[in-house]
């Protein structure tokens, strides 16, 4: 794999051209054009005299008619036989061709570099539309590790090749010890501040905000590369979708999580690449908890004086199937028939966000007790995890969770203990820059 990608804003690809920097300038012999150069005849040396006949301005017109009629007989047929998309099929075809490998070695972008397993990570033709965002008045402030901008906290990312290896070949080494026993599914959400805030605000106070592109580093890197490697593991794109509703409420602004609601879009992606029929949201029951401050506001007394005056609001969609949760602690005891969202009115102001599944918790088992059968999954994830489980159980009568931070045996050995069909890998982007928890992660397999 290239050891000098940068996905920061404004520069192009290594593994080809982007969405957001398809305007990147191009060499000027792009525009080159060998050309022999005209010399005019002499006037003197090329006189001759008149014959008879017609007038040359008939001649004239009769030219000027004929090229007329050649000119719109090529717009037509170019016009009839230009494929819808072209343009942007062209382009992403080749960010997906020129894909280099984790060993180093650089994918021929004349071969596709991909087989049918990473046909979710790439954005489909049907893919949503943004929704327009309008700037923040605010300017960005620096508030110890954070950025803060009007009452809302955001998380810096930047991109770290070594790392992003790292995580490239733990994910496919897992496909590799899971084959023939489970399906392995990867899924790298983004962090609020590539979602929330409009490209445009982050391109123009780009000298203040020192940040990677988060859709170049996760659509145009780490899955290609993971594909690259072993195309059995099924990449699912979560960032187009999260963005198409920028416009709601995916990401809270106290805390580093999203929401469960931007929980469940990345859950219908899912489906897409399953093959499941997402559960609509209005078959779930909806509760609200208000008066959430989180991670972000217990940083530090300067992000608590700038985010304490509008507290989060934390939303439960609790599915109304008839559930068993199970939860082992790291001490080994287990917390048996624990609720699968819990009453966040009985937890304090900056704790609600374990409401979901029991919170981090090494192990869980939850069963649907309304299917008689149905397949089973074990879900690895970190917190960004615990508001997505409840999603998962319309589909499985059992789903397993490892939490690979806490979690001490291995989930390969799970996977045939169990007997799973699908193992589901779902983290934030800061985790494939963080050299901990890639340790963990790699030797949870």
Partial sequence: MPTNYNPRRGTTPVHGSSTRSSSARRPSSYYAQENDRYIPRSPR????????????????AVLVLVVLIVAIVLLVKSCGSKPEGSDTSSNSSQTS??????????????????????SSSTPSESEPTPAPQEEPQADPETVGALMVVGDTAYEYYNFNTDLANSYITAVADAGEKLSGIATLYD???PTSIDIMLPESYLEKNADKINTSDQRKAIEEYIYPSIQANNSSVKTVSTFDTLKAHANE?????????????????????????????????????????????????????????????????????IPKANV????????????????????????????????????????EEITN?????????????????????????????????????????????????????????????????????????????
């Fill in 249 to 317: 409420y995916l990401y809270f602004r106290t805390d580093h999580h999203w929401t469960q609601l931007g929980a469940y879009y990345a859950y219908t992606e899912f489906c897409k690449a399953r093959g499941f029929e997402a559960v609509p949201l209005e078959d779930f029951d909806k509760k609200e908890y208000t008066g959430y401050l989180g991670s972000f506001y217990s940083s530090s007394s300067e992000a608590a004086a700038a985010l304490g005056g509008n507290p989060d609001t934390v939303e439960a969609y």
């Fill in 324 to 363: 068993t949760l199970n939860a082992t602690q790291s001490d080994g005891q287990v917390l048996e028939n624990w609720p699968l969202i819990a009453d966040g009115d009985e937890y304090g102001e900056t704790m609600k966000y374990l409401i979901y599944a029991a919170g981090d918790q090494p192990y």
């Fill in 97 to 118: 061709s020129q894909t280099s490998s984790v060993d180093g070695t650089s994918q021929d972008p004349n071969t596709s570099s991909t087989s049918e397993g990473q």
């Fill in 369 to 445: 007790n309304d299917m008689e059968d149905g397949p089973s999954c074990i879900l690895v994830k970190e917190s960004f995890g615990n508001c997505f489980i409840p999603f998962l159980v319309n589909h499985y009568k059992n789903v397993y969770v490892v939490d690979y931070r806490y979690y001490t045996g291995t989930v390969t050995a799970l996977a045939q203990e169990k007997g799973v069909d699908d193992v589901i890998l779902l983290n934030n982007i800061s985790m494939t820059r963080n050299e901990g928890l890639i340790d963990n992660f790699t030797n949870i397999f």
């Fill in 45 to 60: 040396t090329n006189r001759r005299k008149r014959k008879s006949g017609p007038p040359p301005i008939l001649y004239v």
């Fill in 187 to 189: 899924m790298v959400v």
